[in-house]
């Protein structure tokens, strides 16, 4: 069955320190990739997206991504946390459904606290 | 800027009367879909648009139902809203759900209480 794992539903971080969010994936053809951010009371916006090509993806607010076929991942990372980060981070795969189309199947969530 | 608008961003209503949330947008997408979040869960597709085209997901309750009357909006109407609906509603668009690249761009939500 096609699934999103985020393996960690909070991290804290201070704010300066490097940031690793988890991604698993389960799904039987080839993955296209996306990391939302959520922040408080609002929608998601994309931060970065992966199809094909090179496997480390850079996308806004200094995030980036690298995705690892042989381990299923495709983890988020920031060199340098700032306190504005501090939001919920969705991962998702488009996944092909029965009719021909794709959809996203989402991750349940990392929730980021940044510590001052 | 090209965006996708929902209102209104807070909603109260009351146990059984119904309501209608609106999404609108200018990125003059195909597809827009509705999700509904609730609290520290990830996005539940409820249905989406395709052009006219209405899909509806196989566990969506019968409660809820869409209208799309033109490319740029589309309403979320829930006739008889329990506790239980009480969450954030989200509406999302794309281009094309036929390719698997396609990118979907959400709104800010609107916040359902209810009473």
């Known amino acids: 069955a096609q699934s999103v794992t985020q393996p960690d539903i909070h991290i804290t971080v201070s704010e300066g320190a490097s940031l690793e969010l988890r991604c698993n994936y389960s799904y039987g053809a080839t993955p296209y990739l996306f990391w939302y951010v959520q922040s408080p009371g609002q929608g998601l916006q994309l931060l970065l997206k992966?199809?094909?090509?090179?496997?480390l993806v850079q996308g806004i607010k200094g995030f980036e991504a690298e995705f690892k076929r042989s381990q299923s991942s495709f983890n988020l990372r920031k060199p340098s946390v700032h306190w504005s980060d501090a939001a919920e981070y969705f991962c998702?795969?488009?996944?092909?459904?029965?009719?021909?189309?794709?959809?996203?199947?989402f991750g349940t969530g990392t929730r980021l606290k940044v510590l001052a | 800027d090209a965006m996708v608008i929902q209102n209104p961003r807070y909603q109260v209503t009351q146990f059984g009367k119904p309501v209608t949330l609106s999404c609108s947008q200018t990125?003059?997408?195909?597809?827009m879909y509705w999700y509904q979040q609730k609290s520290s869960q990830a996005p539940k597709l409820l249905f989406h648009y395709y052009d006219k085209d209405f899909n509806n997901e196989a566990d969506t309750p019968d409660n809820f139902q869409s209208r799309r009357p033109n490319t740029s909006f589309c309403f979320l109407d829930i006739r008889s809203p329990g506790l239980g609906d009480a969450a954030m509603y989200l509406c999302a668009t794309s281009r094309d759900r036929r390719i698997p690249t396609d990118t979907q761009y959400f709104g800010p939500g609107t916040r359902l209480t209810v009473l």
């Open positions: 990125l003059n997408h195909n597809v």
């Open positions: 992966y199809f094909s090509g090179d496997t």
């Open positions: 998702a795969v488009g996944a092909r459904t029965t009719s021909g189309t794709y959809k996203y199947i």
